[in-house]
């Protein structure tokens, strides 16, 4: 901090007259709370869900084909805070070929998108509503809700296709009550918590990535703030069963109103179900 005049305010470190920018890194993720929350979205079944219930047939795209990827894709992106489809390849950057596959290029997905017809956009919504609890309309903070959309995928509709709008608001929709999820099972605090500190705290959290035999290990910043509740959300998912990952030191980030504590227990995931006929 430097002071000139009775004001302080943050400066270039003096110790260094030059500062060199390389991009060689091939181990760099920037987005690191993505791992847990892919788990979590496929222990809730999506993958099995859109594999299921969700048909797009007698197209000359091959529209239809692979359609769990493309979901997956598009609900992680936005998860990230992608805002269109050209967004969603920062899945793509840097590392993170190596703890995700099956991620799709934006003009596959584009194309997945305006294959969409009103029939389409009702199949998933049905199923999906009753496993992601999706009360969007009856929640009581709708305005907040919207507010949250406007400033992640809502912003830019990816389409002058209605039903690929449709489409891509129903996915958001997924994505919110996916990251909330993500919060709740973080701690107290980010269980009440907006989706913009969500993705700061728990999504945009760079790493390193190193991978031994069958186990990949994510090297985090030093002195993370929210490094507890961060574990935290990998403990519930399952991904870590090294105790040695555990952090130390005073664990602050957890805290809730009135002293409150901790994160919440793994829901038992969900076993997809096919309707009765």
């Given amino acids: 901090m430097h002071k000139q005049q009775g004001i302080s305010y943050v400066r270039s470190s003096p110790a260094f007259s030059a500062v060199s920018v390389v991009f060689d890194e091939p181990n760099l ?10 788990r979590l979205a496929e222990q809730f079944g999506l993958p099995a ?46 590392a993170m070929g190596r703890p995700f596959g099956g991620v799709r290029a934006p003009s596959t997905l584009g194309t997945f998108l305006r294959a969409f017809t009103h029939g389409h956009n ?12 999706l009360t969007v309309r ?14 992640s995928a809502l912003a830019h509709l990816p389409s002058g296709s209605l039903q690929a709008s449709n489409a891509w608001l129903t996915l958001w929709v997924i994505a919110h009550n996916l990251l909330r999820a993500a919060g709740a099972l ?6 009440r918590a907006t989706t913009g500190p969500l993705r700061d705290r ?32 990998f403990d ?8 040695t990952t555990r952090p130390t030191g005073p664990d602050r980030s957890r805290r809730g109103k009135a002293g409150q504590t901790g994160g919440r227990p793994m829901p038992p995931p969900a076993t997809p179900t096919r309707p009765r006929t």
Wanted: glycine share 8%; with cysteine.
């Fill in 202 to 233: 728990l999504i945009h959290v760079p790493a390193r990535v190193a991978r031994s035999a069958r186990r990949l290990t994510l090297h985090l910043p030093g002195r993370w703030p929210w490094q507890h509740v961060f574990t935290d959300l």
């Fill in 49 to 94: 869900l859109v594999e299921d219930r969700l048909r797009i047939e007698g197209t000359d795209n091959s529209a239809g084909a692979n359609r769990a990827a493309k979901v997956m894709t598009l609900v992680a992106a936005m998860c990230a805070g992608a805002d269109s489809i050209d967004d969603t390849d920062r899945l793509r950057r840097g």
């Fill in 122 to 133: 009702r199949q998933p919504c049905r199923r999906a509503r009753a496993r992601f609890s």
């Fill in 29 to 38: 993720i920037a987005d690191a709370g993505l791992v847990p929350l892919v």
């Fill in 186 to 191: 973080a701690g107290t605090f980010h269980a």
């Fill in 138 to 151: 009856t929640n009581p903070h709708v305005a907040a809700v919207i507010a949250a959309g406007k400033n």
């Fill in 236 to 243: 519930a998912t399952g991904l870590i069963n090294n105790p």
